[in-house]
T-cell receptor, first 112, second 115 residues
């Protein structure tokens, strides 16, 4: 079945470390998105990509980086510049119509 | 600016009763769509229902229906015959033609169903 796979499910980061969250989709969607969710809050957009080798900053891009070298993959790196990275991270993808929006199961990142 | 507002941080409903979760939106686009998602404690986002701005009928999906009032810019979710498994966080989100496919989310409403 088609879908989005995020890994790992849980991730622990030490202060000053960079960590990379994986997001892979087999839906043949052109667009991919990264959202951050803090406890009891809605989702906020970090980065998005509408085509391979191109991506744009969302509302809270500082301290994060992404790449889009393949259509299927959109990894997110949380850098040491992100001062408060503890959050739940959701990856999503979409095709031509908005009705096809699909989310992964998320990665819960904790700074230790 | 485009915005989604959910004014009910928490709601309680008795099992088997209906409940309405409020959502108002703001956009100047003519082409847009409203989503409702359910997020249980596991964190996954479960798609419930979608309403396009040009859809003439209110959307329905099983026990879920969307009360779409375009002039008032509201898109309330109605859950009929609540079940204990409906206890979760619910998010309203908006897609619009000028927003390059991004979704804008509200703050969410936590629903608790009482037995």
């Amino acid at each position: 079945d088609g879908g989005i796979t995020q890994s790992p499910k849980y991730l622990f980061r030490k202060e000053g470390q960079n960590v990379t969250l994986s997001c892979e989709q087999n839906l043949n969607h052109d667009a991919m998105y990264w959202y951050r969710q803090d406890p009891g809050q809605g989702l906020r957009l970090i980065y998005y990509s509408q085509i391979v080798n191109d991506f744009q900053k969302g509302d809270i891009a500082e301290g994060y980086s992404v790449s889009r070298e393949k259509k299927e993959s959109f990894p997110l790196t949380v850098t040491s510049a992100q001062k408060n990275p503890t959050a739940f991270y959701l990856c999503a993808s979409n095709g031509v119509t908005p009705y096809g929006y699909t989310f992964g199961s998320g990665t819960r990142l904790t700074v230790v | 600016a485009q915005k989604i507002t959910q004014t009910q941080p928490g709601m309680f409903v008795q099992e088997k009763e209906a409940v309405t979760l409020d959502c108002t939106y703001d956009t100047s686009d003519q082409s847009y769509g409203l989503f409702w998602y359910k997020q249980p404690s596991s964190g996954e986002m479960i798609f419930l229902i979608y309403q396009g701005s040009y859809d003439e009928q209110n959307a329905t999906e099983g026990r879920y229906s969307l009360n779409f009032q375009k002039a008032r810019k509201s898109a309330n979710l109605v859950i009929s015959a609540s079940q204990l498994g409906d206890s979760a966080m619910y998010f309203c989100a908006m897609w619009s033609s000028s927003n390059t496919g991004k979704l804008i989310f509200g703050q969410g409403t936590t629903l608790q169903v009482k037995p």
